[in-house]
């Protein structure tokens, strides 16, 4: 058989599965100070992986943006980017992103379904925070227990949970410290995402047009959802 028809065969196979896939997303999440890592890993069957680090965000003194150095790793080998993000093009986002809320009939209905099928397979948050006043310390600790409690009834009420949480905050009194370190993982079937996309955009054809041609505010940017 031709080797090009072996391609084509594989080709159509691995559409077949894909939708039966299970993708997993780990996040890994690390401010301690003024430094920043972010990672995010998507894998499938732990053997084809890809990674996306974003280890450095600063403010650029140049303009009101923020710098970021952004750099992947996959089977292809690896590349690295420096880009920056505006506080218009962020305000910008929100403002698209509210008006994606406001237009697609449902889209809270399609995206808590969608979670209901997202599996929570690691949360560990631990934070450290402190400061010279005692009761100061005391509070923001309660705070932040408080905010944690808050996410943490979220994402039970919206993903299954298949292991116990590891929340932790830990208080340093009469010391400023601010530390937090995040990492999750989430596992979900590619064909529940794909169907989740299709039915949002079902939904956009059905509603007003988000985007217009007379609409000069649009102009340049775009939003993916």
Request: glycine fraction near 6%; charged fraction near 20%; include cysteine.
């Amino acid at each position: 058989m031709n080797i090009f028809l072996w391609i084509l065969v594989i080709l159509i196979l691995l559409l077949l599965i894909m939708p039966f896939l299970k993708l997993r997303v780990l996040v890994t999440y690390l401010h301690d100070g003024k430094n920043d890592d972010l990672s995010l890993q998507f894998s499938i069957f732990r053997i084809i992986k890809y990674t996306l680090n974003v280890p450095v965000i600063a403010v650029d003194k140049e303009s009101p943006s923020i710098v970021y150095e952004e750099h992947t790793d996959s089977a292809l080998g690896g590349t690295e980017r420096k880009q920056k993000f505006t506080v218009d093009e962020f305000l910008f986002d929100l403002r698209k992103f509210e008006q994606l809320l406001n237009h697609v009939v449902g889209f809270h209905t399609i995206i808590r379904k969608f979670l209901k099928k997202v599996s929570m397979l690691k949360l560990r948050w631990v934070t450290q925070i402190g400061a010279e006043d005692a009761a100061l310390t005391g509070s923001s600790s309660g705070a932040v227990w408080m905010i944690k409690g808050n996410v943490l009834g979220i994402i039970s009420n919206y993903m299954r949970l298949k292991t116990a949480p590891e929340i932790e905050v830990i208080p340093y009194f009469q010391q400023i410290k601010l530390k937090t370190s995040l990492k999750c993982m989430v596992s979900f079937r590619i064909g529940h995402a794909i169907l989740a996309g299709i039915k949002v955009l079902r939904h956009m054809k059905k509603g007003r047009a988000l985007f217009s041609k007379n609409n000069d505010q649009t102009a340049g940017r775009d939003i993916h959802v």
